[in-house]
Protein backbone atom coordinates (compact mmCIF):
# COMPACT_ATOMS: atom_id res chain seq x y z
CA UNK A 1 0.00 0.00 0.00
CA UNK A 2 1.95 3.10 -1.23
CA UNK A 3 1.96 6.47 1.26
CA UNK A 4 -0.73 8.34 -0.56
CA UNK A 5 -3.62 5.80 -0.37
CA UNK A 6 -2.93 5.63 3.22
CA UNK A 7 -3.23 8.83 3.86
CA UNK A 8 -5.99 9.36 1.72
CA UNK A 9 -7.63 6.11 4.06
CA UNK A 10 -7.05 8.24 7.08
CA UNK A 11 -8.52 11.06 5.87
CA UNK A 12 -11.77 9.24 4.89
CA UNK A 13 -11.66 7.84 7.75
CA UNK A 14 -11.41 10.95 10.19
CA UNK A 15 -14.37 12.81 8.05
CA UNK A 16 -16.64 9.49 8.59
CA UNK A 17 -16.45 9.69 12.44
CA UNK A 18 -16.69 13.11 12.59
CA UNK A 19 -20.30 12.55 10.59
CA UNK A 20 -21.23 9.91 13.00
CA UNK A 21 -20.97 12.10 16.14
CA UNK A 22 -22.80 14.93 14.66
CA UNK A 23 -25.42 12.91 13.49
CA UNK A 24 -25.72 11.68 17.34
CA UNK A 25 -25.93 14.75 18.54
CA UNK A 26 -28.58 15.70 15.94
CA UNK A 27 -30.30 12.71 16.88
CA UNK A 28 -30.30 13.21 20.62
CA UNK A 29 -31.98 16.69 19.78
CA UNK A 30 -34.68 15.63 17.87
CA UNK A 31 -36.03 14.32 21.40
CA UNK A 32 -35.73 17.82 23.42
CA UNK A 33 -38.32 19.93 24.04
CA UNK A 34 -38.89 23.15 21.40
CA UNK A 35 -38.53 25.54 24.47
CA UNK A 36 -35.13 23.86 25.38
CA UNK A 37 -34.29 24.19 21.85
CA UNK A 38 -34.40 27.51 21.30
CA UNK A 39 -32.64 28.74 24.63
CA UNK A 40 -30.00 26.08 23.66
CA UNK A 41 -29.83 28.09 20.37
CA UNK A 42 -29.84 31.70 21.69
CA UNK A 43 -27.51 30.74 24.45
CA UNK A 44 -24.75 29.74 21.34
CA UNK A 45 -25.63 32.53 19.65
CA UNK A 46 -25.09 34.83 22.95
CA UNK A 47 -21.55 33.04 22.94
CA UNK A 48 -20.67 33.92 19.23
CA UNK A 49 -21.59 37.48 19.62
CA UNK A 50 -19.69 37.52 22.48
CA UNK A 51 -16.46 36.33 20.04
CA UNK A 52 -17.24 38.78 17.14
CA UNK A 53 -17.03 41.73 19.55
CA UNK A 54 -13.78 40.41 20.63
CA UNK A 55 -12.38 39.76 17.24
CA UNK A 56 -11.44 36.13 17.82
CA UNK A 57 -10.21 34.63 14.89
CA UNK A 58 -12.13 30.97 14.59
CA UNK A 59 -9.83 28.05 14.43
CA UNK A 60 -9.23 26.79 10.75
CA UNK A 61 -12.35 24.05 9.90
CA UNK A 62 -11.46 20.47 9.23
CA UNK A 63 -12.87 18.43 6.23
CA UNK A 64 -15.88 17.16 8.45
CA UNK A 65 -16.40 19.95 9.69
CA UNK A 66 -16.48 21.50 5.84
CA UNK A 67 -18.86 19.02 4.81
CA UNK A 68 -21.61 18.76 7.82
CA UNK A 69 -22.17 22.96 7.21
CA UNK A 70 -22.80 22.15 4.12
CA UNK A 71 -25.79 19.65 4.79
CA UNK A 72 -26.52 21.62 7.58
CA UNK A 73 -26.88 24.38 5.22
CA UNK A 74 -29.49 22.51 2.76
CA UNK A 75 -32.57 23.02 6.02
CA UNK A 76 -32.57 26.57 6.83
CA UNK A 77 -31.33 30.24 5.31
CA UNK A 78 -27.68 29.98 5.76
CA UNK A 79 -26.84 33.40 4.67
CA UNK A 80 -27.78 35.31 7.86
CA UNK A 81 -26.24 32.49 10.75
CA UNK A 82 -23.00 32.22 8.75
CA UNK A 83 -20.12 33.96 10.58
CA UNK A 84 -16.64 32.01 10.69
CA UNK A 85 -16.20 32.14 6.86
CA UNK A 86 -17.43 34.33 4.09
CA UNK A 87 -20.60 33.13 1.41
CA UNK A 88 -18.17 32.65 -1.38
CA UNK A 89 -16.01 30.22 0.16
CA UNK A 90 -19.34 28.11 1.40
CA UNK A 91 -20.08 28.00 -2.02
CA UNK A 92 -16.72 27.44 -3.04
CA UNK A 93 -17.07 24.04 -0.63
CA UNK A 94 -19.80 22.79 -2.76
CA UNK A 95 -18.19 23.27 -6.01
CA UNK A 96 -15.39 21.03 -4.77
CA UNK A 97 -17.99 18.77 -3.23
CA UNK A 98 -19.83 18.40 -6.43
CA UNK A 99 -16.65 17.89 -8.35
CA UNK A 100 -15.46 15.02 -6.10
CA UNK A 101 -18.93 13.37 -5.98
CA UNK A 102 -19.22 13.16 -10.39
CA UNK A 103 -15.31 12.06 -10.08
CA UNK A 104 -16.24 9.20 -7.71
CA UNK A 105 -19.18 8.82 -9.88
CA UNK A 106 -16.87 8.58 -13.10
CA UNK A 107 -14.64 6.69 -11.52
CA UNK A 108 -12.84 3.59 -13.75
CA UNK A 109 -15.08 4.62 -17.36
CA UNK A 110 -11.71 4.92 -18.80
CA UNK A 111 -9.70 7.99 -20.76
CA UNK A 112 -6.46 7.78 -22.81
CA UNK A 113 -3.76 5.37 -22.18
CA UNK A 114 -1.16 6.40 -20.46
CA UNK A 115 2.24 6.25 -21.78
CA UNK A 116 4.63 3.68 -21.35
CA UNK A 117 7.00 3.89 -18.28
CA UNK A 118 10.67 4.09 -20.45
CA UNK A 119 8.72 7.31 -22.58
CA UNK A 120 7.33 9.28 -19.13
CA UNK A 121 11.01 9.13 -18.03
CA UNK A 122 12.65 10.47 -20.75
CA UNK A 123 10.22 12.84 -21.32
CA UNK A 124 11.05 13.57 -17.03
CA UNK A 125 14.37 13.90 -18.01
CA UNK A 126 14.24 15.82 -20.97
CA UNK A 127 12.92 18.52 -18.82
CA UNK A 128 15.07 18.18 -15.96
CA UNK A 129 17.92 18.49 -18.23
CA UNK A 130 17.11 21.29 -20.59
CA UNK A 131 15.91 23.72 -17.79
CA UNK A 132 14.88 26.48 -21.14
CA UNK A 133 12.37 23.85 -22.97
CA UNK A 134 8.67 24.53 -22.84
CA UNK A 135 6.12 21.28 -23.81
CA UNK A 136 6.44 21.92 -27.23
CA UNK A 137 9.83 22.11 -27.46
CA UNK A 138 9.75 18.35 -25.90
CA UNK A 139 6.93 17.04 -27.79
CA UNK A 140 9.20 18.12 -31.20
CA UNK A 141 12.32 16.72 -29.35
CA UNK A 142 10.47 13.07 -29.01
CA UNK A 143 9.02 13.55 -32.56
CA UNK A 144 11.53 14.64 -34.37
CA UNK A 145 14.31 12.83 -32.96
CA UNK A 146 12.94 9.77 -31.99
CA UNK A 147 9.87 9.37 -34.21
CA UNK A 148 7.19 9.06 -31.54
CA UNK A 149 4.11 11.01 -31.79
CA UNK A 150 3.44 13.18 -28.64
CA UNK A 151 1.12 15.75 -28.09
CA UNK A 152 2.72 18.82 -25.88
CA UNK A 153 -0.35 18.57 -23.59
CA UNK A 154 0.58 14.87 -22.85
CA UNK A 155 4.41 15.82 -22.30
CA UNK A 156 2.18 18.36 -19.50
CA UNK A 157 0.85 15.39 -18.17
CA UNK A 158 4.24 13.78 -17.25
CA UNK A 159 5.73 17.55 -16.24
CA UNK A 160 7.86 16.91 -13.00
CA UNK A 161 5.75 18.94 -10.25
CA UNK A 162 7.93 20.81 -8.80
CA UNK A 163 9.19 22.44 -12.30
CA UNK A 164 6.64 24.96 -13.93
CA UNK A 165 5.91 24.33 -17.44
CA UNK A 166 7.51 27.43 -20.07
CA UNK A 167 5.11 28.25 -22.34
CA UNK A 168 6.05 30.30 -25.73
CA UNK A 169 3.99 32.38 -27.79
CA UNK A 170 3.87 32.65 -31.34
CA UNK A 171 4.93 36.08 -33.78
CA UNK A 172 2.28 37.48 -36.16
CA UNK A 173 3.26 37.79 -40.06
CA UNK A 174 2.72 40.97 -42.13
CA UNK A 175 1.84 39.78 -45.77
CA UNK A 176 5.14 41.38 -47.09
CA UNK A 177 7.04 38.99 -45.26
CA UNK A 178 4.60 35.99 -45.68
CA UNK A 179 5.00 36.61 -49.62
CA UNK A 180 8.91 36.81 -49.29
CA UNK A 181 10.53 35.09 -46.17
CA UNK A 182 13.02 33.05 -48.24
CA UNK A 183 14.71 36.55 -50.38
CA UNK A 184 14.31 38.07 -47.06
CA UNK A 185 17.56 38.34 -44.47
CA UNK A 186 18.39 40.55 -40.98
CA UNK A 187 20.84 41.29 -38.94
CA UNK A 188 21.41 43.08 -35.53
CA UNK A 189 23.90 43.21 -32.55
CA UNK A 190 23.69 42.16 -29.02
CA UNK A 191 25.54 43.05 -26.26
CA UNK A 192 27.14 40.85 -23.55
CA UNK A 193 29.27 41.51 -20.41
CA UNK A 194 32.55 39.16 -19.72
CA UNK A 195 33.58 38.31 -16.62
CA UNK A 196 36.27 41.06 -16.23
CA UNK A 197 32.84 43.43 -17.04
CA UNK A 198 34.50 43.95 -20.65
CA UNK A 199 31.62 44.93 -22.97
CA UNK A 200 30.85 42.17 -26.17
CA UNK A 201 28.89 42.96 -29.32
CA UNK A 202 27.50 39.81 -30.88
CA UNK A 203 26.90 40.45 -34.47
CA UNK A 204 24.07 37.85 -35.99
CA UNK A 205 22.23 37.31 -39.67
CA UNK A 206 19.74 35.21 -39.92
CA UNK A 207 17.47 33.84 -43.21
CA UNK A 208 13.66 34.86 -42.44
CA UNK A 209 12.43 31.88 -44.27
CA UNK A 210 14.51 29.28 -42.89
CA UNK A 211 15.33 30.59 -39.99
CA UNK A 212 18.69 29.36 -40.19
CA UNK A 213 21.56 31.45 -38.66
CA UNK A 214 23.75 33.07 -41.37
CA UNK A 215 26.57 33.89 -39.35
CA UNK A 216 27.64 35.10 -35.93
CA UNK A 217 30.69 36.91 -34.28
CA UNK A 218 31.95 39.02 -31.68
CA UNK A 219 34.01 42.05 -31.53
CA UNK A 220 34.60 44.74 -28.83
CA UNK A 221 34.29 47.44 -30.90
CA UNK A 222 32.26 47.21 -33.82
CA UNK A 223 32.70 49.43 -36.47
CA UNK A 224 30.59 49.82 -40.09
CA UNK A 225 33.87 48.22 -42.21
CA UNK A 226 33.60 45.22 -39.76
CA UNK A 227 29.80 45.05 -40.10
CA UNK A 228 30.50 45.36 -44.02
CA UNK A 229 33.25 42.33 -43.57
CA UNK A 230 30.73 40.48 -41.62
CA UNK A 231 28.02 40.56 -43.82
CA UNK A 232 30.52 39.59 -47.28
CA UNK A 233 31.01 36.56 -45.07
CA UNK A 234 27.51 36.06 -44.59
CA UNK A 235 26.20 36.25 -48.08
CA UNK A 236 27.22 34.33 -50.74
CA UNK A 237 28.63 35.10 -54.18
CA UNK A 238 25.76 33.85 -55.75
CA UNK A 239 22.42 33.95 -53.94
CA UNK A 240 18.97 34.98 -54.19
CA UNK A 241 18.41 37.68 -51.38
CA UNK A 242 16.98 40.78 -52.12
CA UNK A 243 16.30 42.76 -48.80
CA UNK A 244 17.87 42.82 -45.67
CA UNK A 245 16.65 44.46 -42.78
CA UNK A 246 18.71 46.24 -40.27
CA UNK A 247 17.89 48.66 -37.12
CA UNK A 248 18.66 52.99 -37.39
CA UNK A 249 21.80 52.72 -35.43
CA UNK A 250 25.36 54.50 -36.67
CA UNK A 251 27.08 51.13 -37.39
CA UNK A 252 24.85 50.83 -40.41
CA UNK A 253 26.37 53.33 -42.28
CA UNK A 254 25.40 54.79 -45.61
CA UNK A 255 28.34 53.36 -47.35
CA UNK A 256 27.46 49.92 -45.60
CA UNK A 257 24.11 50.72 -47.31
CA UNK A 258 25.56 50.99 -50.85
CA UNK A 259 28.11 48.57 -50.70
CA UNK A 260 25.23 45.90 -50.07
CA UNK A 261 23.11 47.33 -52.71
CA UNK A 262 25.98 47.13 -55.21
CA UNK A 263 25.59 42.99 -54.75
CA UNK A 264 21.65 43.50 -55.31
CA UNK A 265 20.52 43.83 -51.74
CA UNK A 266 18.26 46.81 -50.61
CA UNK A 267 18.06 47.70 -47.58
CA UNK A 268 14.94 47.58 -45.11
CA UNK A 269 15.06 49.86 -42.18
CA UNK A 270 13.04 49.44 -38.99
CA UNK A 271 11.04 52.85 -37.80
CA UNK A 272 13.12 54.71 -35.02
CA UNK A 273 12.10 52.96 -31.41
CA UNK A 274 10.40 49.95 -33.31
CA UNK A 275 12.21 47.31 -32.46
CA UNK A 276 9.09 44.61 -33.35
CA UNK A 277 9.70 45.78 -36.85
CA UNK A 278 12.93 43.81 -36.54
CA UNK A 279 10.89 40.45 -34.74
CA UNK A 280 13.06 37.92 -36.74
CA UNK A 281 16.55 39.17 -35.16
CA UNK A 282 14.91 39.80 -31.71
CA UNK A 283 13.60 36.80 -31.41
CA UNK A 284 16.83 35.26 -32.24
CA UNK A 285 18.74 36.97 -29.79
CA UNK A 286 16.32 36.08 -27.11
CA UNK A 287 17.15 32.70 -27.54
CA UNK A 288 20.44 33.18 -27.45
CA UNK A 289 20.28 34.80 -24.24
CA UNK A 290 17.66 32.24 -22.71
CA UNK A 291 19.59 28.88 -23.84
CA UNK A 292 23.17 29.95 -23.69
CA UNK A 293 23.81 33.52 -22.68
CA UNK A 294 22.03 33.70 -19.40
CA UNK A 295 23.39 30.61 -18.15
CA UNK A 296 27.09 30.60 -18.84
CA UNK A 297 29.17 33.74 -17.64
CA UNK A 298 31.92 34.45 -20.45
CA UNK A 299 35.19 34.62 -19.48
CA UNK A 300 37.11 36.95 -22.50
CA UNK A 301 36.00 37.48 -26.07
CA UNK A 302 37.40 33.84 -26.93
CA UNK A 303 35.58 32.21 -24.71
CA UNK A 304 32.00 34.25 -25.78
CA UNK A 305 32.91 33.01 -29.93
CA UNK A 306 33.26 29.51 -29.19
CA UNK A 307 29.85 29.06 -26.90
CA UNK A 308 28.20 31.18 -29.80
CA UNK A 309 29.28 29.36 -32.39
CA UNK A 310 28.39 26.06 -30.73
CA UNK A 311 24.84 27.13 -30.20
CA UNK A 312 24.92 28.37 -33.75
CA UNK A 313 25.38 24.87 -34.74
CA UNK A 314 22.94 23.49 -32.45
CA UNK A 315 20.31 26.38 -33.55
CA UNK A 316 20.73 25.29 -37.11
CA UNK A 317 21.30 21.58 -37.33
CA UNK A 318 19.68 20.09 -34.05
CA UNK A 319 17.05 22.53 -32.92
CA UNK A 320 13.46 22.39 -33.61
CA UNK A 321 11.77 25.59 -34.35
CA UNK A 322 7.93 25.82 -33.84
CA UNK A 323 7.47 28.32 -36.48
CA UNK A 324 8.58 25.53 -39.10
CA UNK A 325 6.21 23.00 -37.83
CA UNK A 326 8.88 21.55 -34.85
CA UNK A 327 10.88 21.37 -37.82
CA UNK A 328 14.99 22.29 -37.77
CA UNK A 329 16.31 25.36 -40.30
CA UNK A 330 19.24 22.46 -41.53
CA UNK A 331 18.35 19.07 -40.58
CA UNK A 332 21.34 16.25 -40.41
CA UNK A 333 20.35 13.16 -42.14
CA UNK A 334 18.45 10.21 -41.22
CA UNK A 335 15.88 11.63 -38.90
CA UNK A 336 13.18 9.19 -38.00
CA UNK A 337 10.26 9.20 -40.07
CA UNK A 338 6.81 9.37 -37.90
CA UNK A 339 5.03 5.97 -37.84
CA UNK A 340 1.88 5.33 -37.51
CA UNK A 341 1.34 2.20 -35.82
CA UNK A 342 2.45 1.86 -32.19
CA UNK A 343 3.81 5.49 -32.12
CA UNK A 344 3.93 5.21 -28.66
CA UNK A 345 7.12 2.88 -28.31
CA UNK A 346 10.77 2.89 -29.19
CA UNK A 347 11.24 0.89 -32.42
CA UNK A 348 12.85 -2.38 -32.07
CA UNK A 349 17.28 -2.70 -32.59
CA UNK A 350 17.79 0.83 -31.63
CA UNK A 351 18.68 2.71 -28.58
CA UNK A 352 18.69 6.80 -27.65
CA UNK A 353 21.67 8.57 -27.53
CA UNK A 354 22.53 11.42 -26.00
CA UNK A 355 25.00 14.49 -26.51
CA UNK A 356 25.60 17.40 -23.90
CA UNK A 357 25.81 21.20 -25.41
CA UNK A 358 27.40 24.04 -23.88
CA UNK A 359 28.69 21.86 -20.89
CA UNK A 360 25.16 20.46 -20.52
CA UNK A 361 23.26 23.27 -20.77
CA UNK A 362 21.35 21.61 -23.24
CA UNK A 363 21.01 18.04 -24.41
CA UNK A 364 20.41 16.33 -28.22
CA UNK A 365 18.52 13.39 -28.45
CA UNK A 366 19.00 10.34 -31.45
CA UNK A 367 18.46 6.65 -31.89
CA UNK A 368 21.05 4.75 -32.73
CA UNK A 369 21.26 1.16 -34.13
CA UNK A 370 22.26 -1.19 -31.73
CA UNK A 371 25.27 -3.25 -33.03
CA UNK A 372 24.50 -6.69 -33.76
Known amino acids: MTRELSLFILRLFSITVGFLEEFLRF ?22 AFYQERNVR ?24 LVVVKPETLIMWQRRAFQLFWRWKCRGLGGRPRLPKNLQVLISEMVRENPTWGQARVAAEVLLKLGISVSPRTVRTYWPEELEPN ?3 SQRWTTFIRNHARAIIACDFVVTVTASFRILYIFVVVEIGSRRLLHVNVTPHPSASWTLQQLREAIPGEHAYRWLVHDRSGIFSGELDKSLEVWGVMILKSPVRAPKANAFCEKLIGSLRRECLDWIIPLNEKHVRTLVREWAAHY ?19 LPVERQIQRHEFPEGFMIKKQSILGGLHHEYRLEKIAA
Not at 27 to 48: D, E, H
Open 27 to 48: GRRLFLPKVSLIAQNLFLSKQL
Open 58 to 81: PQRLTDSARRLLLFWSRWFDWRNA
Open 167 to 169: RST
Open 316 to 334: NHRRPHTILGSGIPDPPPR
